[in-house]
């Protein structure tokens, strides 16, 4: 079965730091990787996926994330934090055998202090 | 444009009610599945369909009924609401293709008492 493990439920960087928010994950077979964003009473937006192909994943905001297979990992990262970047983001899993199917690990609230 | 839509977004419920959460998707996306967002613990998925006709079970499915008549809906059916099904519902949908993500419905926040 698949997991998803994020580390810290609650991250605060300052506005301008680096943002890094850990995702590590547990799958027999080569995994499909996704990094979600939900701001505040609104639904998940998709921010970037790791499927095939490069392992550094380019997506929205500025946001990447590097699949590491030998450390089963999917860290999310930016390197300057802007105040809008406040949200909570989620990591999830799926694979080509069960791609119908998203594991999300438990989220990490983002909060940007001034 | 609308994507995935949800009804309602807010419900109170008594415990032994029933109702149906709406999930609408205009994008011809063969894939649809809902949620459930509890704190703490991310989201869960409840049940799921891969087309018209064709429903399977998530991870906690127990309460919950659904049914995917068009390519379009797939309504959520609450059939005797406990206050454990407390909790934040999306839907969502993608096509068909495991690069895909999926695009997400705002949610259905309902509160069993």
């Known amino acids: 079965a698949q997991s998803v493990t994020q580390l810290g439920s609650h991250v605060s960087v300052s506005e301008g730091a680096l943002v890094l928010l850990r995702c590590n994950y547990s799958s027999s077979v080569p995994p499909y990787l996704f990094w979600y964003v939900q701001y505040p009473n609104q639904g998940l937006q998709l921010l970037l996926k790791y499927t095939t192909g490069a392992t550094l994943v380019k997506g929205i905001n500025g946001f990447e994330a590097e699949f590491k297979k030998s450390e089963t990992s999917f860290h999310l990262t930016k390197p300057s934090a802007h105040m809008s970047d406040a949200a909570e983001y989620f990591c999830a899993v799926s694979d080509v055998r069960g791609a119908q199917k998203l594991v999300f690990g438990q989220g990490t609230r983002l909060t940007i202090n001034p | 444009n609308a994507g995935v839509t949800q009804t309602p977004k807010f419900q109170v419920l008594k415990t032994g009610q029933s109702m149906t959460l709406q999930c609408a998707q205009d994008m011809n996306h063969e894939y649809m599945s809902w949620y459930r967002q509890d704190p703490g613990m991310g989201l869960r998925l409840i049940h799921y369909?891969?087309?018209?006709?064709?429903?399977d079970q998530g991870e906690v499915p127990n309460g919950y009924n659904v049914s995917r008549s068009t390519t379009e809906d797939f309504p959520l059916r609450l059939l005797s609401a406990a206050p454990s099904q407390t909790s934040v519902y999306f839907c969502?949908?993608?096509?068909?293709?495991?690069?895909?993500?999926?695009?997400f419905g705002s949610g259905t926040r309902l509160t069993v008492v």
């Open positions: 969502a949908s993608r096509r068909k293709g495991s690069a895909y993500g999926y695009t």
């Open positions: 369909s891969v087309g018209a006709g064709i429903t």
